[in-house]
């Protein structure tokens, strides 16, 4: 079956400029995660959304970050009047729920340069 | 706090050698799951191994295999027989439940980046 899916690849913006950057979970999972990779660093946790529950937006960065997840599948993070230091790969990743599945299944990443 | 610590930023090894990369935790939970990924240069996270922390078996998967001390807090990642194609960063993983029952959240290392040497 097709994996996570996230669009656009790659994404260059100017100073200022909001984006919006989407992820398409894989099919039935019900947990979905956003993370920040910075350049040669770790993934710094960004929100994640469970099912119907409240999402989990204790990573986000600052108020400029946003994100919601439609009918429990696709998700768009929205980063308004981006900085410089946004640039980062964004990564978003599904897990199939609260009856299993503990392993985290990865998109490709949108990769995101701020000019 | 979980904290997931990856002490070697980058290492080498021969093609067809065997090489360990280290990866230590601190937690106060019982239960947990850890995980190594494997991100290539083309970008894509892939899950390596995970083991459950309730199991005393050490998890295995074709050349790939950890050493999991659960008393250290300690979670290496054995490549047998390197391959090329194993150049990549690898990041340790640990999984904790969230405070709403049935979440969980992951804590990532900051990645060891490996390069086959042919």
């Known amino acids: 079956g097709a994996g996570v899916s996230q669009s656009p690849s790659n994404k260059v913006t100017e100073k200022g400029k909001d984006v919006e950057l989407r992820c398409d979970p894989i099919?039935?999972?019900?947990?979905l995660y956003w993370y920040r990779q910075s350049l040669g660093q770790g993934l710094e946790f960004l929100i994640y959304f469970q099912g119907n529950s409240a999402p989990d937006k204790s990573g986000l960065p600052s108020d400029r970050f946003s994100a919601e997840r439609t009918g429990g599948s696709v998700s768009t993070l929205t980063i308004q009047r981006t900085q410089q230091e946004d640039s980062a790969v964004y990564l978003c990743?599904?897990?199939?729920?609260?009856?299993?599945?503990?392993?985290?299944?990865f998109g490709p990443g949108t990769r995101l340069l701020v000019l | 706090a979980q904290t997931v610590t990856q002490s070697q930023p980058e290492m080498s090894v021969q093609e067809a050698e065997t090489v360990t990369l280290s990866c230590t935790y601190d937690?106060?939970?019982?239960?947990?799951?850890l995980f190594w990924y494997k991100q290539p240069p083309s970008r894509q996270m892939i899950l390596v191994i995970r083991q459950e922390a309730y199991k005393q078996q050490n998890a295995t998967e074709n050349r790939f295999s950890v050493n999991f001390q659960k008393a250290a807090k300690s979670f290496s990642l054995k490549i047998s027989d390197s391959q090329l194609g194993d150049t990549a960063m690898y990041f340790c993983?640990?999984?904790?439940?969230?405070?709403?029952?049935?979440?969980?959240?992951?804590?990532f290392g900051t990645g060891t980046r490996l390069k086959v040497l042919a």
């Open positions: 990743a599904s897990r199939p729920g609260l009856a299993g599945g503990e392993t985290q299944y």
């Open positions: 993983a640990f999984m904790k439940r969230g405070t709403t029952s049935g979440t969980y959240k992951y804590i």
């Open positions: 099919s039935g999972h019900t947990a």
């Open positions: 937690t106060s939970e019982n239960n947990y799951y």
